[in-house]
Nanobody
Framework: QVQLVESGGGLVQPGGSLRLSCAAS????????MGWYLQAPGKERELVAV???????LYAYFVKGRFTISRDNAKNTVYLQMNSLKPEEAAVYYC??????????????WGQGTQVTVSS
């Protein structure tokens, strides 16, 4: 089993910044990619950013230039630095990881989510 624990959400004013963290633990052999998704009330979950073990990144068009995803492979941890936050980006942010377990099974795991509120 692989568990993901997110932290760093909270209340921020429009234009402000937050940094989210997500740590993976459990029966991990390797992690191929880790990413962040957001889900606003009544809407589908959507991709924010993804980073591979090699450092390749992919961003949703609406966060390019404002959000930065990074990763500490040694700690199986991914970060999301969010700058210039907009009210419409208030949502529950979920961490995702895909990789291989110690038993050599593929896994895909989600964290429990962390709330980000953008409001004055």
């Amino acid at each position: 089993q692989v568990q993901l624990v997110e932290s760093g959400g909270g209340l921020v004013q429009p234009g402000g910044s937050l940094r989210l963290s997500c740590a993976a633990s459990g029966s991990i052999f390797s992690i191929k990619a880790m990413g962040w998704y957001l889900q606003a009330p009544g809407k589908e979950r959507e991709l924010v950013a993804v980073i591979t073990s090699g450092g390749t990144t992919l961003y949703a068009y609406f966060v390019k230039g404002r959000f930065t995803i990074s990763r500490d492979n040694a700690k199986n941890t991914v970060y999301l630095q969010m700058n210039s936050l907009k009210p419409e980006e208030a949502a529950v942010y979920y961490c995702n990881a895909e990789g291989v377990t110690t038993l050599r099974f593929d896994f895909g795991s989600w964290g429990q989510g962390t709330q980000v509120t953008v409001s004055s």
